[in-house]
């Protein structure tokens, strides 16, 4: 996640900062978005995603319930 979620806050504070975004980039995606893009959280090859998938929809759907 970019720092620049909550430009007017230090990330430093304190404070609890919430989840504004979830995504599955490439290193291509990682190199366009640049240096200003400061957690990625690298995933194994071998990583199974379809849990990961399961769970991501699974919080979608209680959101909307």
């Given at each position: ?37 400061k957690r990625a959280y690298r995933i194994d090859e071998g990583h199974d995603f379809s849990g990961l ?13």
């Open positions: 996640m970019s720092g620049d979620a909550y430009p007017d806050e230090n990330p430093q504070d304190g404070k609890q900062h919430r989840v504004v975004a979830v995504g599955l980039l490439s290193e291509y995606d990682l190199a366009i978005l640049g240096r200003g893009f998938l399961a769970a991501i929809d699974e919080a979608e759907r209680n959101l909307r319930n």
